[in-house]
């Protein structure tokens, strides 16, 4: 299996090694992306060993929250033997749970079990009914990057060489 596996590669309830590594590159990215921010902006530690201690403080839970959705998804889908929207939510709560476990506090695992188990069904859904629940961004804002491209103003210019008749 390839770093270029993603999730819907093969149907629910296969290559769950697969699902693993298309999931865990997204968290890992996520956690390095977030740890950094954390680093630099936030707790600005001071020496290799607490700087590396911060990194792994943030990206080892998201790693094992995407784990755990996965794992999660599989195994309801095995054990269940259907592909509908709940192997997610039971996913997205093996999830929370991950994420309580690293808060310390049962509560906020429940709030985030429920908060990924809507954006999971909805994933689901959107994956089941053919439409996009992030739609790639087609256009890019306008820039000036060539001004004589755009027009940027208010009214539009009057035509030229007319007169009034008299």
Do not use: C
């Amino acid at each position: 299996m390839s770093l270029k596996a993603n999730y819907y590669d093969q149907p629910e309830g296969e290559d769950l090694f697969g699902k693993m590594i298309a999931t865990n590159k997204y968290a890992l990215a996520g956690g390095l992306g977030w740890s950094t921010v954390e680093v630099m902006m936030v707790s600005k530690p001071k020496g290799y060993l607490p700087t590396v201690a911060r990194y792994m403080y943030f990206t080892g839970p998201f790693v094992g929250m995407a784990s755990a959705f996965t794992v999660g998804a599989y195994a309801a889908n095995k054990l269940r033997g259907r592909d509908d929207g709940w192997n997610y939510v039971a996913g997205a709560f093996a999830a929370g749970g991950v994420y309580g476990a690293w808060k310390r506090n049962v509560v906020s695992g429940l709030v985030a079990g429920l908060i990924f188990s809507v954006a999971g069904a909805l994933k689901k859904q959107s994956v089941d009914e053919g439409w996009e629940f992030f739609p790639e961004v087609k256009h890019h804002a306008v820039s000036a990057a060539n001004p004589n491209r755009y027009d940027f103003t208010l009214t539009q210019e009057r035509e030229r060489g007319w007169t009034t008749g008299k």
